[in-house]
């Protein structure tokens, strides 16, 4: 019912810049939060960033003062615009949205998942 899709990955050199965006469609009554993960090779995921409805946002330690999280609500997707980027920011980024969707005779809140986009940064 709900589907998220990234783009924007792909092969950048160290110092380079990268954005990614993620669409979300499908049914919702709103949207809570939207954000973005990423997985290192043989590592866990970790919280790259987020955004809250309201526009709050916050990131990780390592992505401060060079990754950028935006919204379009119109267009329900959000952004991650990635500068100075390092070899270890190389990963699969996941986009992550957590909306209020209908259902049985009421609403709840639910998580849902993108594919995931690779991002690799050479030496």
């Known amino acids: 019912q709900v589907q998220l899709v990234e783009s924007g990955g792909g092969l950048v050199q160290a110092g380079g810049s990268l954005r990614l965006s993620c669409a979300a469609s499908g049914s919702f009554f709103s949207i809570n939060t939207m954000g973005w993960y990423r997985q290192p090779p043989g590592k866990p995921r970790e919280l790259v960033a987020y955004?809250?409805?309201?526009?709050?946002?916050s990131y990780g330690d390592s992505m401060k003062g060079r990754f950028t999280i935006s919204r379009d609500n119109a267009k329900n997707t959000v952004y991650l615009q990635m500068n100075s980027l390092k070899p270890e920011d190389t990963a699969v980024y996941y986009c992550?949205?957590?909306?209020?969707?209908?259902?049985?005779?009421?609403?709840?809140?639910?998580?849902?998942w993108g594919q995931g986009t690779q991002v690799t940064v050479s030496s």
């Open positions: 955004i809250t409805s309201g526009g709050s946002t």
């Open positions: 992550e949205l957590v909306a209020t969707v209908p259902g049985a005779g009421s609403r709840y809140r639910a998580e849902y």
